[in-house]
């Protein structure tokens, strides 16, 4: 029954709930709602006791880290890394191009260059 999901809020029969509890599913609604980087919570106890589990699941994943899992989150940080250092770049060498002088911006292109071989290497001295 998808419908019984959000009826109404624990705290407040008469108001509708809009969300669960991830800790312990019960519904709630805007007022009550704890927002935490690790989800949305009816209370901080249970906001506290997920982030408790968290971290315990978190250190049982760092004691046997399951073969795949790893490897796709690191892949997933590295590309987005990678994508976030490409827009940067792009954005910086644009502003360059059209003459812009960002102080931080310019000396960062000027590295990464200077890291290309055969690329601005009359800064050697
Ligand atoms: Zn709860
Ligand atoms: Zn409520």
């Not at 949305?40 to 880290?65: G, I, L, W």
């Not at 590295?78 to 954005?91: H, Q, T, Y």
Request: charged share 20%.
């Amino acid at each position: 029954m998808p419908q019984s999901l959000y009826s109404k809020c624990y705290n407040h029969p008469s108001f509708d709930a809009t969300a669960r509890c991830k800790q312990c599913a019960k519904p709630i609604c805007d007022t009550c709602k704890v927002i935490s980087p690790t989800g949305v919570f009816c209370s901080e106890t249970c906001r506290d006791q997920n982030k408790a589990f968290t971290e315990r699941m978190d250190q049982m994943d760092r004691n046997t880290p399951p073969p795949g899992r790893w490897a796709v989150r690191f892949k997933s940080l590295v590309s987005r890394l990678i994508l976030l250092a490409l827009g940067v770049f792009v954005i910086g060498v644009t502003l360059h191009a059209l003459g812009f002088d960002i102080p931080y911006l310019s000396s960062a292109i000027a590295w990464v260059l200077d890291l290309i071989p055969g690329g601005a290497a009359e800064t050697a001295p």
